[in-house]
T-cell receptor, first 113, second 114 residues
């Protein structure tokens, strides 16, 4: 069964600090991996998308990495801000399968003063 | 910017009621999806549609039905609401096939079934 595991489940950091969120997956055959940010009470918003041949992708202070060999991805947030407080969801899609996305359960990040 | 809107942010219904959740997107996307999101579980796909009047079951279709009479509108129907359908419901849309295109999500409808 395809699975996406994220760690940690939750994280509290001080404003200005960096953090890294992890995503391990067993989805096969792999098509791409996305990171979404979901603010409380809102729908998820896409941050990055990476295909098999890409091993890093940045979006402002967010940098995602992908190791397709070990089936691991990370999302690094630099110089965190209060507005980074949200859940971050890793989503992996399969090649050739209609509409088959596997969602992780997310990491809830809280940035405090 | 893509805009996906959902008819209600919060909804309270009683067991056995018929419930309609509406979703509208304004970017002429072919694909539309309904998910539910529960604490400790990832988003789970209920139904999706690749075209008008077309629908396919997702992973958890039981107790739900959908309707897509127009390209921009995708409705989720709970024929007889039950307490285990209390959840956050998210609608999404995308161009082309989902694995090639990013899904854009609505703000969600938090449904409470009493």
């Amino acid at each position: 069964k395809n699975q996406v595991e994220q760690s940690p489940q939750s994280l509290i950091i001080l404003e200005g600090k960096n953090c890294t969120l992890q995503c391990n997956y067993t989805v096969s055959p792999f098509s791409n991996l996305r990171w979404y940010k979901q603010d409380t009470g809102r729908g998820p918003v896409s941050l990055t998308i990476m295909t098999f041949s890409e091993n890093t992708k940045s979006n402002g202070r967010y940098t995602a990495t992908l190791d397709a060999d070990t089936k691991q991805s990370s999302l690094h947030i630099t110089a965190s801000q209060l507005s980074d407080s949200a859940s971050y969801i890793c989503v992996v899609s399969e090649t050739g399968t209609a509409s088959k996305l596997t969602f992780g359960t997310g990491t809830r990040l809280q940035v405090t003063l | 910017d893509v805009k996906v809107t959902q008819s209600s942010r919060y909804l309270v219904k009683r067991t056995g009621e018929k419930v309609f959740l509406e979703c509208v997107q304004d970017m002429d996307h072919e694909n539309m999806f309904w998910y539910r999101q529960d604490p400790g579980l990832g988003l789970r796909l209920i139904y999706f549609s690749y075209d008008v009047k077309m629908k396919e079951k997702g992973d958890i279709p039981e107790g739900y039905s959908v309707s897509r009479e127009k390209k921009e509108r995708f409705s989720l129907i709970l024929e007889s609401a039950s307490t285990n359908q209390t959840s956050m419901y998210l609608c999404a849309s995308s161009l082309l096939r989902p694995q090639q295109e990013t899904q854009y999500f609505g703000p969600g409808t938090r449904l409470l079934v009493l």
